[in-house]
């Protein structure tokens, strides 16, 4: 009986590609909002969100304005719980919310190529640790602008030469550009040498992450300019915090899109039964079960929509993973990369839509009268 | 012992206000082998009688037992196991699934039974031979004439040796012509196969290739 179902999609075909095309574009549509927020949610949760602390100058929220004095870290590294200080000099082109921002990452060379998750996939670590205005940047900015180890990269009045591109199990890394602190410190002028403009303190294993943040800016109270330490995910939620607004006011897209494969393929499949009610009924007379043409029914608009689905979920992972698309604002990027789960959430949606959008018809089909549906002209 | 019985079966319908009994309190017996037309103005519930010999329509009141089972206490899906296995049915107007080829149709309600990829295969080759359409296997409805349609739709009827084959109004849109072919066609598998026929037509020519004719008139049955 598969084979009965497949033909009359293949029958119907006008009708079968309106509603693939249909469920593919929502489906589309689900996984690009879905990978927002997953990127979101990596962002702000996971070990790295709650075992990191950033210390930030306090009332400041742009990176351009907030001015730490660099000996903050030795300081900081002294205190108990605290594992190891990350000094940061941050610079973007824009601290507005852009998807093509470029956010530079400036860090002593050593504790990069230690501490970030990344692994160059070209260039070397030789030629960063040694070239004073050498970058290595992340494999999404260097598709989106088209860069690879050995060019030149002017962006406003900073130029690096690229040293390597690398990757990163970390998705938001992949959109960064990491260059030594010095440089980028002296690059921007005198009145940043010595300063930077965040902390990323590393904390030990049995260390309360919310003590030693109060610690911090208690010890730091007294010197010339106050803190602000938070966990890492905190500090990126609150950075981002007007793109999460968007972002969760989004996710009601990716329901809505939910919502319209539901009432495309149900509409369809009303109309299909409708209109083959008659031929429902001859497959009950010739012997088939209600039940089992309840099922002919459920598995044309499961296919209908699991086949639209997976393929727009397809379209869009592929899509998503060759553009390299990101979010930012105010030095903090939101990547959108496919994920597996994402797929398979994807996939179980369709499916999940499709026999629910067939369970009506499925029971007209089933328990019409069969004597009133042959009658049916 | 009777192949179809039915006894003191009543059937009416409500249309608005009215009451319709196209059958009331009929008594009948088919044996194995029987060719029965069954004749009668419309409305005088033939067809309605023809439906509920083939378990797609309930009686109000009466039993109706068809090849040992008395199908009136028989539940929907317990109906359509019984006649997947025991009834054939003929329409008017073929109800052929469009979407399937003429084997395909022919094939459908072997799907239904036990039977190997060889067994139905031989039974719908076997039933395609039957009415002369092994040439058209492969041929959709909408690439047959009206009578070839008739025709598969009775190798269809006939393909899972059913006990009894219910016919609506067999010929009625067809030409005198096909018509002939088809009451031909009937007589063979009556004859030929032993197959016992229950046949619904308003064509007294037609009703004359039957062993037996029963003539339906207001819910009664008029003395032969």
Known sequence: ???????????HRARTLL???????????????????????????GSDADRCLIVFQENRFCPSSSRLPEDYAPAIKKLAGVKQVMPIQVWTNNCRASLDIVVFNGIPPEQIRDNR?????????????TRRDAAIIGRNIANRRGLKSGDQFTIGDLSVQVAGVFASDVPSE????????????????????????????????????????SLIDQT??????ATTTRRKGAFQASTLSDLVDLIGFAHWLGYACVGLVLSLVATTTVMSVQDRIKEYAVLQTLGVRPFRTM?????????????????????????????GFAIGAEGATIAFRPSPELILVGTAVSCTVGIIAGLAPAIQAATVPIVMALRNE | MALVELKNVCRSFRKGEETITPLDDVT???????????????????STLLNLVAGIDRPDSGSITVAGTEITNLSRGQLADWRAANLGYIFQTHNLIPVLTAYENVELPTLLLKLTATQRRQRVELALRAVGLSDRADHYPRQLSGGQEQR???????????????????????????????????QRLNRELGMTVLMVTHDRDVAGIATRRLTLNRGKFLPS
């Not at chain 1, 009986?1 to 029958?11: A, C, I, P, Q």
């Not at chain 1, 693939?20 to 990596?42: I, Y």
């Not at chain 1, 002919?296 to 553009?323: D, I, K, Q, Y």
């Not at chain 2, 598969?152 to 016919?167: K, L, S």
């Open chain 1, 174 to 213: 992949e959109n960064l550009i990491y260059t030594s602190l010095q440089f980028l410190q002296y690059s921007r002028g005198k009145e940043t040498a010595g300063t930077v403009t965040q902390l990323e303190v590393h904390l030990t294993a049995d260390a309360d992450p919310d003590a030693v943040a």
């Open chain 2, 152 to 186: 598969v739709g009775i190798a269809r009827a006939i393909v899972a040796n059913p006990r009894v084959v219910v016919a609506d109004e067999p010929t009625g849109s067809l030409d005198t012509s096909t018509s002939e072919q088809i009451q031909d066609l009937l």
């Open chain 1, 295 to 323: 099922r002919l029914v459920l598995l044309e608009s499961t296919l209908l929509c699991t086949v639209g689905g997976v393929l727009g979920t397809v379209v869009a992972s592929v899509a998503l993973w060759m553009g």
């Open chain 1, 117 to 129: 998750p990344v692994h160059l996939i070209n260039g070397s670590w030789e030629a960063f640790l």
């Open chain 1, 1 to 11: 009986m598969f084979g009965y179902v497949l033909k009359t999609l293949l029958r």
């Open chain 2, 28 to 46: 009948l017996e088919i044996h194995e082998g029987d060719f029965v037309s069954l004749m009668g103005p419309s409305g005088t519930g033939k």
């Open chain 1, 19 to 45: 509603t693939l095309s249909g469920a593919a574009v929502a489906m589309f549509v689900f996984c690009f909002v879905g990978s927002v927020q997953e990127g979101l949610e990596r962002l702000t949760s």
């Open chain 1, 220 to 225: 730091l109270r007294n010197g010339p300019v």
